[in-house]
């Protein structure tokens, strides 16, 4: 797997980071703490930077930056070296190495302040709300465990019908395949995972590739990610973390998941304020459904982050076929109102990423650009429905009901 080359922060060599030692998350000091990566081209090296340390290091329990000063503040677990700020943070970092999964972990009061992958009780009794009075871009996880139900085409088509009524959108690839900057033209040596692991700013890594609309690519590095986010302890919320300037700039952020169940999937759903599930309109899709209710109720449960189920978007919907047919009337009158109009087959919504180009602008008199159009009509009078009911207590989020 190809890696950009570094230099070394000891001695100044250039060298391509191979292992997990020669990346080293750091801090600034100062009053807006910035989180950035140090990179060592040899132990020795690494071994030399805490001789004399420039920099807070960040725990690997708790995140909160602290100066490596005793043996203590040192963990190696799995031939790994981890850094722990203070006694209790050491034995969490340690029993995670043993295994303790998500939900079980005893956490003492100070790391449940500062982390929050694994919710207390009082955290899952209140939801976490959004802070109305900063600017916060709304976001939207287009998701479905099942592969070949159209998430890339509709994660790509409903950005860009948001970008053209004027809205600022980030559109967010969280699969390594890459597809979203593929079907755009997109090219980019930096990806998702340089924001994640190597902590570069989102704003050095987007691209404008239509008027209002950026894109965050990905690609087959984005793969490696899922070790980084496994050694993490605020696991899911690494991706809410890196992108949280990104809701000040973009007034929706649109994320395009892969069809797994992964820590990345994981982030994407602790990232986002609503879920649009797109279902091919076959048996098969039908049964998967129940994966993705499983899943955002676990969300819910576990990591206290009250993401909500906004649409099912029945697509690949022929209209001569009986199973379509009989697979929309099933997700009508289970989802109700939540079960959108369906997005009819056609050719020309397979043809538009080998031209480069969307749905509007390569057919946009076709049927399916008709049918994206109404989902984008009905995704900003939610948005405009959820902001004129701001004034609830408590506030209504995006998603919602009042």
């Known amino acids: 797997m190809a890696t950009l080359a570094q230099t070394c922060s000891e001695c100044s060599t250039r060298f391509e980071p191979r292992f997990s030692y020669q990346m080293e998350e750091r801090r600034t000091t100062g009053a807006q703490p910035r989180t950035y990566f140090a990179f060592y081209c040899s132990q020795e090296c690494l071994t030399r930077s805490h001789r004399q340390p420039t920099a807070p290091t960040v725990c690997d329990c708790c995140r909160a930056g602290f100066q490596v000063e005793l043996a203590a503040h040192v963990v190696f677990v799995g031939g790994r070296r981890r850094y722990a700020c203070s006694a209790s943070c050491r034995e969490q970092i340690i029993e995670e190495s043993q295994g303790v999964k998500l939900g079980s972990l005893k956490l003492s009061q100070a790391s449940v302040s500062a982390a929050t992958d694994v919710p207390s009780p009082a955290r899952e009794a209140t939801p976490i709300q959004p802070d109305n009075d900063a600017r916060s871009g709304r976001v939207l996880a287009v998701f479905n465990h099942k592969g070949g139900t159209g998430k890339t085409t509709t994660s790509v088509t409903v950005a860009a019908g948001l970008a053209e009524t004027g809205a600022r959108v980030l559109?967010?690839?969280?699969?390594?395949?890459?597809?979203?900057?593929?079907?755009?033209?997109?090219?980019?040596?930096?990806?998702?995972?340089?924001?994640?692991?190597?902590?570069?700013?989102?704003?050095?890594?987007?691209?404008?590739?239509?008027?209002?609309l950026c894109v965050l690519p990905a690609n087959e590095t984005l793969a490696?990610?899922?070790?980084?986010?496994?050694?993490?302890?605020?696991?899911?919320?690494?991706?809410?973390?890196?992108?949280?300037?990104?809701?000040?700039?973009?007034?929706?952020?649109?994320?395009?998941?892969?069809?797994?169940?992964?820590?990345?999937?994981?982030?994407?759903?602790?990232?986002s304020d609503a879920v649009l599930c797109p279902v091919a309109c076959d048996y098969l899709s039908l049964v998967g459904v129940r994966q993705v209710l499983r899943t955002l109720k676990n969300v819910n449960r576990l990591l206290g982050h009250p993401v909500k189920l906004w649409g099912v978007l029945p697509t690949l919907f022929d209209s001569r076929a009986k199973i379509c047919h009989e697979a929309y009337d099933?997700?009508?009158?289970?989802?109700?109102?939540?079960?959108?109009?369906?997005?009819?087959?056609?050719?020309?919504?397979?043809?538009?990423?080998?031209?480069?180009?969307?749905?509007?602008?390569?057919?946009?008199?076709?049927?399916?650009?008709?049918?994206?159009?109404?989902?984008?009509?009905?995704?900003?009078?939610?948005?405009?429905?959820?902001?004129?009911?701001?004034d609830h207590d408590p506030p209504v989020r995006w998603g919602q009901s009042a």
């Open 171 to 212: 559109l967010v690839d969280t699969d390594a395949q890459g597809n979203v900057g593929v079907s755009l033209g997109l090219e980019s040596d930096r990806s998702l995972y340089h924001v994640l692991v190597m902590g570069l700013q989102p704003e050095s890594v987007w691209k404008e590739v239509r008027p209002n």
């Open 224 to 271: 490696a990610a899922e070790l980084y986010l496994a050694g993490r302890k605020s696991r899911h919320a690494v991706l809410s973390d890196r992108l949280q300037s990104a809701r000040a700039q973009f007034d929706y952020i649109v994320v395009d998941c892969s069809p797994s169940l992964s820590l990345m999937n994981q982030n994407a759903l602790a990232f």
């Open 330 to 390: 099933t997700l009508r009158d289970h989802f109700k109102e939540r079960c959108l109009s369906p997005i009819h087959s056609a050719i020309r919504v397979k043809e538009a990423p080998a031209y480069k180009q969307t749905l509007f602008e390569f057919a946009p008199d076709s049927r399916a650009a008709r049918d994206y159009r109404q989902v984008v009509a009905q995704l900003l009078q939610s948005a405009a429905q959820t902001a004129a009911n701001q």
